[in-house]
Nanobody, 124 residues
Framework: QVQLVESGGGLVQAGGSLRLSCAASGRTFSSYPLGWFRQAPGEEREFVAAISWSDDSTYYAESVTGRFTISRDNAKNTVYLQMNSLKPEDTAVYYC?????????????????WGQGTQVTVSS
């Protein structure tokens, strides 16, 4: 089992930036991707981005492509989500998650460990 702790959420104006962090511990996950999901009130949890630990492969939802960047620091067992040009529709609780398969599948059913979430609020 892997433990995940997110940080970095907050309140920002539209057009601003935030960087989320996800510190991972526990199970060796060198072959398994980590990802970010988000859930707005009354909405389903949706895929945002994911990164493979074994190479530099990254994956993004269409809604964030070009604005968000996922990266990792292997030495710190930490994954980051840099969010630029934020929009009010990016407002949600953001969750870090560990994949249960070595390949990225952009669906929450393929992620088995979840952090507690961090709130991101973008004001217009």
């Amino acid at each position: 089992q892997v433990q995940l702790v997110e940080s970095g959420g907050g309140l920002v104006q539209a057009g601003g930036s935030l960087r989320l962090s996800c510190a991972a511990s526990g199970r060796t996950f060198s072959s398994y991707p980590l990802g970010w999901f988000r859930q707005a009130p009354g909405e389903e949890r949706e895929f945002v981005a994911a990164i493979s630990w074994s190479d530099d492969s990254t994956y993004y939802a269409e809604s964030v492509t070009g604005r968000f960047t996922i990266s990792r620091d292997n030495a710190k067992n930490t994954v980051y989500l840099q969010m630029n040009s934020l929009k009010p529709e990016d407002t949600a609780v953001y969750y870090c998650a560990a994949s249960i398969t070595p390949m990225v599948v952009a669906a929450k059913s393929y992620f088995g460990s979840w952090g507690q979430g961090t709130q991101v609020t973008v004001s217009s």
